[in-house]
């Protein structure tokens, strides 16, 4: 069983990226250590926090793999965005023990 560390090496840039912008605000302050943001929905995104261990899971790696062709680098939201639907994320994130 292969771990694909290229893609966590990549999310972890993505995070530093959208919390180095040099914008402090509260949502952003209120993610505790060992957690992130992820903002997904196809239309209206919700944000949803996270543990960061969900990186290194291969079916949250296919997320991924979706939000970097949609986006690229460029999140609109500050922190990654997925697109996918709210009932899909939420159902992966509660298999993975994540919510």
């Keep these: ?17 959208s919390f180095s912008n040099g914008r402090s605000t509260p949502t952003s302050m ?6 992130f943001a ?3 929905g196809e239309l209206e995104k919700k944000r949803f926090v996270v543990p960061v261990s969900l990186l290194s899971q291969p079916s949250f790696q296919k997320l991924l793999d979706q939000s970097e062709e949609e986006f690229g680098y460029n999140h609109p939201m500050g922190g990654l965005t997925i697109p996918c639907s709210e009932d899909i994320f939420t159902d992966l994130a509660t298999r993975l023990g994540a919510l």
């Design 1 to 17: 069983m292969a771990i694909r560390m290229p893609r966590i090496v990549q999310a972890k840039q993505i995070l530093r990226r």
């Design 30 to 35: 209120n993610i505790p250590s060992g957690y």
């Design 38 to 40: 992820v903002y997904v």
